[in-house]
């Protein structure tokens, strides 16, 4: 699996600014055999975490995240960027290496102690996915794992979410 996404993920260099090496992940996207792959390939290792939710990122943990839940028979729950979700929510605010954000989910959404896996397509520095979990919590859900299309391992940010799961998945390191 990690061969066949490494021939496909395109590389752009200084985007979106000079000195970053930009992962377009799109190109899995126009490939449905290779999208199939890849949706098998994360609820294989899913399904023996007996999660009841997977919470999806803003944007790009949408790409893959309803569809695994679907092949799970479990939940998508859509975290947001604050402001686009309706209804009571949960936020939670962080800091980024270029500013903050601020994220939310439905108040109605995460039964109190479900285990929950947070989905985002790319692992950098995992102050995002950090904050998607700190929201999970908050509303009462537990975190027991993230997923990853790609994770930058040059930028060691599993040990910050080894703070909250050891449970960390990913289909292709950089």
Not at 51 to 66: K, L, Q
């Amino acid at each position: 699996m990690e061969a066949a996404l490494k021939r496909v993920i395109r590389d752009f260099s200084d985007y979106p600014k000079p000195g970053i090496v930009f992962k377009d992940i799109s190109p899995v996207l126009m490939d449905m055999k290779l999208y199939g792959e890849v949706i098998d390939a994360f609820a294989d290792r899913i399904r023996e975490l007996n999660v009841d939710a997977i919470a999806g990122v803003e944007s790009r943990g949408f790409w893959f995240g309803p569809s695994i839940a679907h092949q799970l028979n479990i939940p998508f729950i859509p975290i947001r960027k604050k402001g686009k979700l309706p209804g009571d929510t949960h936020s939670y605010s962080y800091d980024l290496e270029y500013g903050s954000a601020e994220i939310e989910v439905q108040k109605d959404c995460l039964p109190v102690g479900a285990r929950v896996l947070i989905h985002d397509d790319l692992l950098a520095t995992g102050g995002t996915a950090k904050a998607a979990a700190q929201l999970v919590n908050q509303a009462g859900a537990e975190t027991v794992a993230f997923a990853f299309l790609v994770n930058l391992t040059f930028l060691d940010a599993e040990p910050r979410l080894k703070e909250i799961s050891n449970n960390i998945i990913s289909l292709v390191n950089y």
